[in-house]
């Protein structure tokens, strides 16, 4: 099947910044939409920044300007730049993608385990 692994998480003052990253491995042919979201305690899951194949971006109000999606089609790997990081930042951030198996079956989307960051005040 396809796993997504994060990585990039930690503990940071607030005004720093943190790069996670998140590498996608197993029966892939293509990789279309990635995204981060995230998860505090006692909140719902919501959308960081979302990107396309392409290139085309979206990203949560909270997070523009501030945050940056990126991504290597060639590595299966998209990354989220985090700068000027806000004690509201503090969440488990998890990877998402829609995959196109490697035998050309349907779409599906995989989940991250998850990486924590917490910003300090």
């Known amino acids: 099947q396809v796993q997504l692994v994060e990585s990039g998480g930690g503990l940071v003052q607030a005004g720093g910044s943190l790069r996670l990253s998140c590498a996608a491995s197993g029966s892939i042919f293509r990789i279309d939409a990635m995204g981060w979201y995230r998860q505090a305690p006692g909140k719902q899951r919501e959308l960081v920044a979302a990107?396309?194949?392409?290139?085309?971006?979206n990203y949560a109000d909270s997070s523009k300007g501030r945050f940056t999606i990126s991504r290597d089609n060639a590595k299966n790997t998209v990354y989220l730049q985090m700068n000027s990081l806000k004690p509201e930042d503090t969440a488990v951030y998890y990877c998402?993608?829609?995959?196109?198996?490697?035998?050309?079956?349907?779409?599906?989307?995989?989940w991250g385990q998850g990486t924590q960051v917490t910003v300090s005040s």
């Open positions: 990107i396309t194949r392409g290139g085309s971006t």
């Open positions: 998402n993608a829609d995959v196109v198996g490697g035998l050309g079956s349907r779409r599906s989307g995989y």
